[in-house]
């Protein structure tokens, strides 16, 4: 590890990855910008993760491999990253995922130029295991730039699809004023959602972020209990009322940042999210499930 603090840290948190993460390492070391860290959170991987890794580490001191004792579950993992990055600027990087050669180039540029930008992001594209474009799933997320911020609190909110830009290059500055990852399957959302009110997204279609689509990944998993195990390494009836959870992050958000949005202007704009007719099924489908979870898992199949 270098002494000097760099400008980018960049957060690889895995869990077996030895599918991909060889693609994932070659990617960040072609990248133009060369004044990053790459900081390896291994959640006590049971594969070759480590030792492929660590080979690149003993070439490259930039890299920085540190496995856990045990899996602490998906999001005290990606948090772990944070805490023990130094950059200016924060990209998490999913070990199956891919970058273009100027994306943290571009990104800098891009946060450089704008000191209202909290976070910066490219453009997405899908590909399959064997590196070929196909069609995503959820949708290209546009800029959000309002001047207001629980305008652009409210447009986070009611991004749908795939949360791609939490794997956009974040201000640190920024970061450091979030609740981060909470413990639920889907807290990416809320954590976009805050940063939103604290800055805005800025894309540059010229910057590529390639997300890969297989089987093992976690938007695949459809059980919420197999899904409350993988975010945060425990289970049960209150964990996997995910909408339910999410609400409540996002009312602890409304009133955290005064400087910036009156708590009862950004806590209407999360009621009237909440008062939308499917947001308002899948509470009423998370309460049904805090009392029956197989009354709840027929719900969902029926809508």
Known sequence: MTTTAPRVSLCMPVYNGENYI????????EQGFEDYELIVTDNASSDRTGEIVQARAARDPRI?????????GAAPNYNLGYELSRGEYLKWFAHDDMISANFLELMVALLDRDPSTSVAFGQTICIDSQDQKIP????????????????RFYAGMRQTGSCYPIFGLF?????????????????????LAEMLL????????DAIYYNREHPRQSVRMTNRSQRS??????????????RIQLFRHLFQIAGRHKDLAAPGKARAAVLRYMREPVQMGRIVTDLVGLASPGAASFLRRST
């Open 22 to 29: 060889a693609q994932a390492l070659d990617s960040i070391a």
């Open 64 to 72: 920085r491999y540190v496995r856990n004792r045990e899996n602490l």
């Open 136 to 151: 995503g799933t959820g949708y290209h997320t546009p800029p959000i730039e309002e001047p207001d911020a629980v305008a």
């Open 171 to 191: 201000r640190k500055a920024a970061l450091d004023r979030s609740m981060l990852h909470l413990s639920y399957y889907g807290s990416d959302k809320a954590l």
């Open 198 to 205: 604290l800055g805005k997204l800025r894309i540059d279609e």
């Open 229 to 242: 195990l993988w975010q945060s390494g425990k289970s049960g009836r209150l964990a996997s009322a995910e």
